[in-house]
């Protein structure tokens, strides 16, 4: 029996000098998002990464 599918709805963001907020990637299981932040944040970079969950945006709003 495979295993249960993770769901996507991660997003790696990132923090820019100027305090701008960037999704990086988004569609991503959790594990896979940290992951991702672990890399970027290895190479040195100023900028700050975190992972958030993903809200379903539907409405516009």
Request: aromatic residues 8%.
């Given at each position: 029996?495979?295993?249960?599918?993770?769901?996507?709805n991660?997003?790696?963001?990132?923090?820019?000098?100027?305090?701008?907020?960037?999704?990086?990637?988004?569609?991503?299981?959790q594990?896979?998002?940290?992951?991702?932040?672990?890399?970027?944040?290895?190479?040195?970079?100023?900028?700050?990464?975190?992972?958030?969950?993903?809200?379903?945006?539907?409405?516009?709003?």
């Amino acid at each position: 029996m495979p295993a249960p599918s993770q769901p996507r709805n991660w997003c790696l963001v990132r923090l820019d000098d100027h305090g701008n907020q960037f999704v990086v990637r988004a569609d991503l299981t959790q594990a896979a998002a940290e992951a991702l932040a672990r890399q970027f944040e290895a190479h040195g970079h100023k900028q700050s990464y975190w992972v958030r969950q993903q809200h379903d945006n539907k409405d516009g709003a």
